[in-house]
Nanobody
Framework: QVQLVESGGGLVQAGGSLRLSCVAS????????MGWSRQAPGNNRELVAG???????NYTDSVKGRFTISRDNTVNTVYLQMNSLRPEDTAVYYC??????????WGQGTQVTVSS
């Protein structure tokens, strides 16, 4: 069993900040990459940011310069610092982990709501 527990979501005004955290636990075989995706009502889930074990990072264009992903390999945790939030960032944010065997795990999601 693998568990991903997200925290840090909530309601914030436009221009504000939130920091999401995700802790992975259980029988995980060597985490390769960690990341965050989001899904707004009526939309497909989209990748927001990802980071590999070697700290190669990618962002979707809409969050570049505003969001920062980081990870702490010692505690199997990935973070997403979100600044200058916009109403269009409103979504359920999901943490995901890819292990070295190619298996991907997902968290239960945390709601982020940005009011205008």
């Amino acid at each position: 069993q693998v568990q991903l527990v997200e925290s840090g979501g909530g309601l914030v005004q436009a221009g504000g900040s939130l920091r999401l955290s995700c802790v992975a636990s259980g029988k995980i075989f060597s985490i390769n990459a960690m990341g965050w995706s989001r899904q707004a009502p009526g939309n497909n889930r989209e990748l927001v940011a990802g980071i590999t074990r070697g700290d190669i990072i990618n962002y979707t264009d809409s969050v570049k310069g505003r969001f920062t992903i980081s990870r702490d390999n010692t505690v199997n945790t990935v973070y997403l610092q979100m600044n200058s939030l916009r109403p269009e960032d409103t979504a359920v944010y999901y943490c995901n982990v890819l292990d070295s065997l190619g298996r991907r795990y997902w968290g239960q999601g945390t709601q982020v709501t940005v009011s205008s």
